[in-house]
């Protein structure tokens, strides 16, 4: 689910996707919540997963005009799919395994290589554990 929150009614968040949409999530004690805050090309570490958006070229290479950086490693990451350019959708996914200047070299969960070039304009974000509010 990814959207904007409309209301929290105790337990429950309301939120509204961007085709207007709305669901409801339900929490717990257990539950984990993120938070993205802005980041920069020098915050990211081998070892992190990351989503890349931006222009494909070609099979394994994406131009990124976004960048959202979990932290976490891909082990650890629940999304599925084909995550490579050749996909012919403008994002792509994996572990960074290598950084040179302003590339990061990515494996994806199926082991394949996409090399994710950005620039001065490329955003960064990087997401981290929301403080509790209890």
Same mark, same amino acid.
């Given at each position: %689910?990814?959207?904007?929150?409309?209301?929290?009614?105790?337990?429950?968040?309301?939120?509204?996707?961007? !085709?207007?949409?709305?669901?409801? @999530?339900?929490?717990?004690?257990?539950?984990?919540? &993120? %938070?993205?805050?802005?980041?920069?090309?020098?915050?990211? @570490?081998?070892?992190?997963?990351?989503?890349?958006?931006? &222009?494909?070229?070609?099979?394994?290479?994406?131009?990124?005009?976004?960048?959202?950086?979990?932290? %976490?490693?891909?082990? !650890?990451?629940?999304? !599925?799919?084909?995550?490579?350019?050749?996909?012919?959708?403008?994002?792509?996914?994996?572990?960074? &395994?290598?950084?040179?200047?302003?590339?990061?070299?990515?494996?994806?969960?199926?082991?394949?290589?996409? *090399?994710? *070039?950005t620039s001065a304009a490329a955003q960064?974000?990087?997401?981290?554990?929301?403080?509790?509010?209890?």
């Open positions: %689910m990814f959207g904007t929150i409309q209301s929290i009614a105790g337990s429950t968040l309301t939120v509204a996707g961007a !085709n207007g949409k709305t669901t409801r @999530a339900t929490t717990s004690d257990t539950t984990v919540v &993120t %938070m993205s805050a802005p980041a920069q090309l020098g915050d990211v @570490a081998v070892g992190d997963r990351v989503v890349a958006t931006g &222009t494909p070229d070609g099979t394994a290479y994406i131009t990124a005009t976004r960048i959202v950086d979990s932290g %976490m490693s891909n082990a !650890n990451s629940s999304q !599925n799919g084909d995550n490579r350019p050749s996909s012919g959708r403008g994002f792509s996914g994996g572990t960074v &395994t290598k950084i040179d200047g302003t590339a990061l070299t990515l494996q994806d969960r199926e082991g394949a290589t996409i *090399t994710v *070039t960064f974000t990087r997401n981290a554990q929301a403080p509790s509010r209890h």
